[in-house]
């Protein structure tokens, strides 16, 4: 970590904050502070707007390069350009390729070549005036020029690529943070959640707490590692590795009311221009987890980028949990007594 | 996933390959895979989206042995501590010795499995670094902390015949501890997403409360005096009844993800231990009746060691099956998706 640059709210000031708490729940502006940073930056987050997406994967190998991930081993998935699978250890962004035969609101499928021919006429040039000029009558049949065929020769609709750059959503209430009993995982200032890797002793409890499966235990490592929004990066005042070499901004960093405020505009144009499906995923404070840190805009519903539609924090039932075990244990001890009672002869 | 295998009903996984249709494969609507063997469902078959039927949760990385082997030998000990505390308040000391025996043994052996599944063994000692109510790993790491060296003190006292006072003293902490221990292993696996575990939270402590005191019930009637073990038959069958009970609920109330309980190996192993500890109460509850009528002793101990013989594998099975199932529900995307899907559908009217 950089603590050169970190703001003096950071760890390194004053009396150590108490950072792996949990928080209230319900919805919550101001998470660092909640924390119990003082005087903390503004939260700090993703907004990935996959209709932008063009799945070159540069976010995949600039959080590797930067953060020094291991590769997390050769497997081609057969299933499409995705053969990272998913997020892990060793996949802290994820490009996920959806095919489907259904067109992109506002794109044109089947385009007809139906204009002017620059090669042509280029060839043309110096020759015959006017001979390269080409006839509007050869467009191709069900396409008269202009007019755009709904359906490809085979019968089949157009098909359109869903591409989403998937991370670490940093929580509002961190179900990964709860339930960490080292204090490994703990809330930055930026109010993000980052992992200690000099702290974790590889429990592995965060991985199934996660409604997101996002964190990752690392193999011959022991580990449990995952995106950290790159706090090193933050301190000093950069953005992400991943948002810096997104060619298309698919990929944006800053402040989330900022961001919030973004997206917002961004789906309101896109339904203007016809794009229905588009939707904001994780940006609200009142979903089952307080909000997302990192959202997204989707084309389609979450489940078929692999996101789960409603997911919770496991840990707002915890009291619930932890009084039925109360009971149960008042219960085993009831039990036990009841074996020693005297049996009236 | 690009490998294909040659099966019975021929070949399975294999790519289409140049025949390949667009979408065939990803984000479109398709049917659930299910086991033709299992019971009948619950839950009609539910209509659902995924990636490529990729998992949308990461199961728990833990070894069953050590973990599912954890859950086991916790309720062991930690209701293996009331019968010690019994045992030697009502002047029992066969089944004092062999309840502080078992808990101390439980316990140790559970400590070794804990820290064995750790990604970072050496590094046990940061579960302490810090107390979060938010973990129950964190409280389950400090009350072992507290229960395990009681339990060793309270066996050490019984066996050496030294320091009584303060083996009284550790047993009668131990068995207030004891009850926590024992169900406190609910909340670990309730306090995560997987969704057979989740779902469960109501009613899984009342489960392994019962599991672990059939378990201790048969230790004892295994191993302790049979004219000492009468608290421990009773216990058999009230442990028996509340565990067998408690799940039965907790899968009627569960809906869809009660549904990796009802197959494969997790069924298996349920059933199993179902009728294991059914049988092993049922023989309990008998031996108490032939003991009250005093013809049992020329019988000797072989139906109490079959019973705690039952009891014992009947509890141990019980652990593994719904570790198994927890795992089983994370990997499929359906218990994931359909359930949170049917929550937002009934959000919005």
Redesign the interface.
């Known amino acids: 970590m950089n603590d050169g640059e970190r703001t003096a709210a950071g760890p390194a000031g004053g009396a150590p904050p108490d950072t ?1 708490r ?1 928080l209230p729940h319900g919805p919550r502006a101001d998470v660092a502070r909640a924390a119990g940073h003082r005087d903390p930056p503004p939260r700090m987050g993703f907004f990935t707007d996959t209709s932008v997406c063009i799945g070159c994967k540069a976010c995949e190998v600039a959080c590797k390069e930067w953060n020094g991930v291991p590769e997390h081993g050769l ?6 350009y ?1 053969n990272t ?2 997020l ?1 250890a060793n996949s802290w962004r994820h490009v ?7 067109p992109l609101g506002g794109q044109e499928p089947g385009v007809a070549h139906a204009g002017p021919d620059v090669f042509e006429a280029a060839r043309a040039l110096g020759t015959s005036p006017g001979a390269g000029t080409p006839a509007p009558e050869t467009a191709p049949a069900g396409a008269p020029a202009g007019e755009i065929p709904p359906v490809a020769p085979g019968g ?1 609709t157009e ?1 359109r690529w ?1 591409m989403s750059s998937d991370v670490c959503k940093h929580c509002t209430q961190a ?1 990964c943070l ?7 995982l703990f809330r930055t200032e930026f109010g993000t959640v980052v992992l200690q890797e000099d ?7 965060c ?12 193999e011959g ?4 590692w995952k995106c950290t929004l790159c706090y090193d990066r933050l301190g000093a005042g950069l953005e992400p590795a991943c948002a810096k070499a997104c060619p298309t901004d698919s990929i944006q960093f800053g402040p989330l009311e900022e961001l919030r405020e973004r997206a917002a505009a961004r789906v309101a144009q896109l339904h203007a221009a016809g794009v229905r499906d588009a939707r904001l995923y994780g940006e609200s404070p009142e979903d089952g987890v307080g909000g997302d840190g990192a959202f997204f805009l989707l084309l ?2 979450p ?9 919770v924090v ?2 707002r ?2 009291p ?3 009084k ?10 009831a ?6 009672v005297r049996r009236p002869r | 996933m690009s490998e294909s295998d040659v099966t019975r009903g021929g070949l399975e996984g294999a790519r289409p390959g140049r025949e390949a249709v667009t979408g065939a494969h990803a984000g479109r609507r398709r049917r659930r895979r299910r086991d033709r063997r299992g019971e009948q469902p619950v839950v009609p078959e539910a209509h659902f989206s995924s990636y490529y039927g990729r998992p949308v949760l990461k199961a728990p990385p833990w070894r069953a042995l050590d973990i599912a082997g954890y859950l086991f030998l916790g309720g062991l000990a930690g209701a293996s501590s009331l019968l010690a505390a019994g045992g030697q308040v009502t002047g029992r000391p066969g089944l004092a010795r062999v309840a502080k025996l078992g808990a101390a043994g439980a316990i140790t052996v559970s400590l070794g499995a804990l820290v064995h599944d750790l990604g970072r063994p050496a590094r046990f000692v940061n579960m302490l670094r810090v107390v979060k109510p938010t973990s129950p790993m964190n409280i389950g790491s400090w009350l072992l902390a507290g229960y395990a060296p009681l339990t060793v003190a309270a066996a050490a006292a019984d066996v050496t015949g030294r320091l009584r006072v303060m083996g009284a003293g550790a047993t009668a902490v131990a068995a207030v501890l004891g009850p926590a221990v024992a169900t406190y292993t609910a909340v670990l696996l309730s306090d995560t997403a997987v969704p057979s575990w989740h779902e469960g939270y109501r009613e899984l402590p009342f489960v392994f409360a019962g599991s672990g005191a059939a378990a201790a019930a048969g230790l004892a009637l295994a191993c302790a005096p049979p004219a000492q073990t009468e608290p421990a038959r009773r216990m058999a069958v009230l442990g028996a009844v509340t565990e067998l009970g408690a799940f039965r609920l907790m899968k009627r109330r569960m809906g869809l993800v009660a549904e990796p309980f009802e197959q494969g190996r997790p069924h298996r192993l349920l059933r199993g231990a179902e009728l294991l500890t059914t049988a092993g109460a049922a023989l309990a509850a008998c031996a108490d009746a032939v003991g009250r009528a005093g013809v049992g002793r020329r019988l000797g101990r072989v139906p109490a060691a079959v019973a705690g013989a039952a009891l014992l594998t009947g509890s141990a099975a019980l652990r593994f099956g719904v570790f198994h199932a927890g795992v089983a529900s994370a990997q499929d995307p359906a218990y994931t998706v359909v359930p949170q899907r049917e929550r937002l559908r009934a959000r919005s009217g």
């Open positions: 792996h949990s497997e081609l998935t057969g299933m499409s995705d699978q998913g892990g996920a390729f959806v095919e489907q035969r259904k089949r098909l869903l179900a709860d339930v960490c009993p080292t204090g490994a702290v974790c002793n590889g429990c592995g409890y991985v199934p707490a996660c409604p997101y499966g996002v964190v990752g235990r690392r490592d022991g580990r449990a389609d519903e489940e078929v980028y692999g996101l789960p539609p409603d997911p496991t840990t039932d915890l619930a949990m932890w039925q075990a109360a009971l149960a244990a008042v219960s085993l001890a039990l036990g007594v009841a074996g020693f």
